[in-house]
């Protein structure tokens, strides 16, 4: 190395200049010009050689993972510098931790002399090296005290239904009036109302992408590039088409977001503290969520539903290509599990869904230790549901009595509770005003000396238990209160939803969703008669349970309609949708069928005896014990297959 000697030490200087954050200009910023000169003037001054300058402008110093720092770092131990000089610690870094490290044991590890010129630290003296940690640590809290005084502005802001993503989210644009506002985007927002129909309609996200991508339309980030945001070009550079090719993750954060629904969504992931780089994703159900801060592309009841379908993960349709319109929806009325559609075992029927039966899950995997099979016929399922909506459908377009009388039903013990609990709130806002006027006339007494301080704390602390308890008390009136309200609001809404399917002949899972919270099904019963029921709850959106079914499940031999014998055409009702005979002719001729594969079978048993009787003449002498052996068995079973 070239340099000039100080005593005996030669120093290849290199100078670290870091800010925190650009000053918006294009070239350094100014503090960085600042660094630069103060060290070089320092360099020349102490005579030593200026080796390399590194900047890193625009890094935090408690990342120690910056450009030109690594670059210094690699620098050192490659032996092309040996004095490390910056304006002030702080420049080094505001991790104590990081600091410490490189201060007390890489740099000496190294031969390296650092310098930190405001703050009079030098490794070669001792004495200001021992107050440098308390230095290091100064600077950190300076840090974590910035970071949260950030904190606070962005969650303050946040909390004003303030967006504050440096680009608008794909189907919005920020508005032009205020950057922290959303508009909806007119050229791809019929995509996102799309996406969510088709999620409705009960389509996965395979399916979903399928549609999508079959459209050519523009995806997330290559529609971003378009309109000018930087940083996605290199998804799109070794191959064009990947523009236009969506995946189900793309797909998956948009039925997600809440905001589509008109509702600002953050925190989704937090990093633990300042130091820590890692953030870990929350559950969708532990974002926090502003709502109303924008018109939203769909309403807040389809995204809810939507979000209900995905939480299910539910099956568009089993192996036999049956669309199970009830997936997601169907419960296990004693255990909670969710009912499986499966195919019946020995059916086949011209129809799939008279192939299919529901079945408890729990006892699917578990057996009857768990749960028992609750199954029902998803025939019998599909004409119960349709029924009871048009029922309901009916009675909203032509029966205002039932309509009123279900009403009555529903709200009759709310109402009731409703008003006893007014009265109960109205009793106790009286009282915590009298315990505000005690408080008062408590404190005068005080004032006055006309009671003890002992007088005043006992007496006082009985004032604020009570208040804490009405207080919470109130909380817990206020939630009845306001659920019973909604009950009674979602009543109407109901029936003006359900007057929309009047007359309804087919289900599919986009009416299934619509309508309907979840099915409960409950185990088979059998009376003392003889005959079999079952009941189903609906759950209805809006207004929850009304009143259970009972349906008298089908017979599986009773679902296909009677078929002439094709041997003494004899009419008779078929078990099967392949069965050619009665059960007479059926069993003779099983019988027949099973007596002519024995023939066959001894007839392949003696010709196996015979040839091998005849490949055990030509053995030699030597081997005669083993041919009599052979000769022996096989006359025995030549025997037996006579008999």
Not at 574 to 603: D, F, L, T, V, W
Request: with cysteine; net charge positive.
């Amino acid at each position: 190395m070239a340099g000039i000697r100080t005593g005996n030490q030669i120093y290849e200087v290199g100078i670290y200049c870091r800010l925190s954050k650009d000053d918006g200009t294009e070239n350094e910023s100014a503090s960085i010009a600042t660094q630069k000169s103060i060290l070089t003037d320092y360099v020349k001054k102490q005579g030593w050689h200026l080796a390399k300058t590194y900047v890193d402008d625009g890094y935090s110093g408690t990342n120690f993972q910056r450009p030109s720092f690594q670059n210094m770092i690699k620098d050192i131990e490659n032996g092309r510098i040996n004095c490390v000089i910056t304006k002030d610690l702080s420049r080094l870094g505001r991790n104590y931790l990081d600091c410490g490290l490189y201060l007390e044991v890489f740099f000496p590890e190294h031969n390296v002399r650092y310098i930190a010129v405001n703050d009079g630290v030098d490794t070669l003296n001792k004495s200001a090296m021992d107050i440098t940690p308390f230095r290091n640590i100064l600077n950190e809290m300076y840090s974590a005290d910035v970071s949260v005084k950030i904190k606070s502005a962005y969650r303050a802001r946040f909390q004003q239904g303030k967006f504050m993503g440096t680009y608008a989210p794909y189907g919005y644009i920020k508005d032009p009036a205020d950057h922290n506002h959303l508009l909806i985007d007119d050229k791809v927002a019929h995509v996102v109302r799309e996406i969510f129909d088709l999620a409705l309609a009960g389509n996965g996200l395979g399916k979903i992408r399928k549609h999508i991508n079959s459209q050519h339309v523009l995806r997330p980030a290559a529609y971003a590039a378009e309109q000018g945001a930087t940083g996605y070009e290199r998804y799109f550079e070794d191959n064009e088409e990947n523009r236009y090719i969506w995946s189900e993750n793309s797909l998956r954060n948009i039925l997600r977001s809440p905001i589509y629904a008109g509702n600002l969504a953050g925190y989704k992931r937090i990093a633990a503290n300042m130091k820590s780089k890692k953030r870990p994703s929350k559950l969708p159900e532990e974002w926090e969520v502003i709502p109303d801060t924008h018109e939203g592309i769909v309403t807040q009841e389809e995204f809810d539903t939507v979000q209900q379908l995905m939480t299910s993960r539910r099956r568009e349709k089993n192996k036999g290509d049956f669309e199970n319109i009830f997936s997601g929806v169907i419960k296990c009325a004693d255990c909670g599990y969710a009912l499986r559609a499966m195919s019946a075992n020995r059916r086949k029927r011209p129809d799939i869904i008279d192939c299919v039966q529901y079945t408890c899950n729990n006892y699917g995997r578990y057996g009857n230790v768990m749960c028992t099979a609750h199954a029902i016929e998803a025939r019998d399922l599909f004409n119960a549901v349709l029924a009871d909506i048009n029922r309901f459908a009916d009675m909203a377009v032509n029966d205002e009595r039932a309509v009123r009388a279900i009403e009555k039903r529903l709200t009759e013990t709310d109402q009731s509770k409703a008003k006893a609990m007014e009265k109960e709130r109205k009793k106790l806002n009286k009282r915590l005003a009298e315990l505000d006027r005690l408080f008062s006339s408590l404190y005068e007494d005080k004032v006055m000396e006309r009671i003890t301080e002992r007088n005043f704390e006992m007496m006082s602390g009985k004032y604020q238990k009570e208040q804490l308890e009405i207080e919470a008390r109130l909380r817990e009136v206020t939630e009845t209160l306001n659920e019973s309200y909604e009950k009674s609001q979602g009543i109407r809404d109901f029936l003006s939803l359900i007057r929309n399917y009047q007359g309804l002949k087919e289900l599919d899972a986009t009416v299934v969703n619509a309508l309907i919270d979840k099915i409960l099904v409950s185990e088979r019963e059998k009376s003392a008669d003889g005959t079999v029921k079952q009941e189903i709850k609906i759950y209805y959106k809006f207004i929850g349970f009304v009143g259970e079914l009972h349906i008298t499940p089908t017979k599986r031999w009773t679902a296909l309609p009677a078929k002439h014998c094709t041997v003494c055409s004899v009419e008779y009702v078929p078990g099967s949708g392949i069965s050619k005979y009665c059960p007479a002719c059926a069993k003779r001729i099983q019988r027949e069928k099973s007596n002519e594969s024995k023939r066959r079978s001894r007839a392949r048993d003696r010709q196996v005896c015979i040839e091998l009787s005849a490949k055990n003449d030509r053995l030699t002498w030597s081997k005669g014990l083993v041919v009599w052996n052979v000769r022996a068995i096989c006359s025995q079973r030549l025997k037996f297959t006579a008999m």
